[in-house]
Every structure is written in C-alpha cells, then in structure tokens.
Nanobody, 128 residues
Framework: QVQLVESGGGSVQSGGSLRLSCLAS????????MGWFRQAPGKEREGVAS???????LYADSVKGRFTISRDNAKSTLYLQMNGLKPEDTAMYYC??????????????????????WGQGTQVTVSS
C-alpha cells in the first residue's frame, strides 16, 4: 500500500533552516507528481510546492526564493529545504502524492491540486 513518511521537522528561530524529507513506498515514485502542503492552527491547508517526476517545480508565492523542493527518484524520497524561516511558516507540513499537477507544459494552481495520498505530517515551529 502507499506510504508517505515525513521527517525533519523541529523548532528553529526566525531566519533558521530546516530540511524535510518524505520517504515514499508502495508505488512507482518517479511517475508521480509530489507536493508539500502545510496547515497552521485555525487555518486551511495550503500548498507550499509541487514537483513533477522530471524535476520541474512550482512554488507558492509566500515561499518562493526561500524554499526549495527536490526529489531523488532512486531513493523514492521527496525533500523540502526551508531557508530564511519566518514565524508565519509555523505549521504542520505534509508530504503528498498529487493526483494531477496539470496539463503537459503547464500547472494547476497549488490550491486546485487534488491529493491522492497524505503523509502523517511533521511539525515546524519558528520562533521570533
């Protein structure tokens, strides 16, 4: 069965860095679009970044230039490198297998991407 297991969350001060990892199993990882989503207390879950099997990526405006999504298809692992963290980045971060990233050569907005499978989440807390 499909499993997504996140790791790497923690507590950092504003301006710090963290790297999240997500180990995938139970499907042909390289064939699927993957993504990172987050949910802060009292807020709706939002898309952070998405990446195709080819490595092409899409970012939310709020993290562009600070976060980098990447994948290692040989290791079936998804990463999110987060630099310049801000208190507003505090949230539970979820790895996801995305149902459809969008048409060839284009993207669906992160807010329109449907998710087939979710990981259990990893907490990121940024203090000021």
């Amino acid at each position: 069965q499909v499993q997504l297991v996140e790791s790497g969350g923690g507590s950092v001060q504003s301006g710090g860095s963290l790297r999240l990892s997500c180990l995938a199993s139970g499907f042909t990882y390289s064939s699927y679009c993957m993504g990172w989503f987050r949910q802060a207390p009292g807020k709706e879950r939002e898309g952070v970044a998405s990446i195709r099997g080819t490595g092409m990526s899409l970012y939310a405006d709020s993290v562009k230039g600070r976060f980098t999504i990447s994948r290692d298809n040989a290791k079936s692992t998804l990463y999110l490198q987060m630099n310049g963290l801000k208190p507003e980045d505090t949230a539970m971060y979820y790895c996801a297998r995305v149902q459809n990233c969008g048409p060839v050569g284009g993207w669906l907005p992160l807010s329109k991407m449907s998710v087939a499978y979710w990981g259990q989440g990893t907490q990121v807390t940024v203090s000021s």
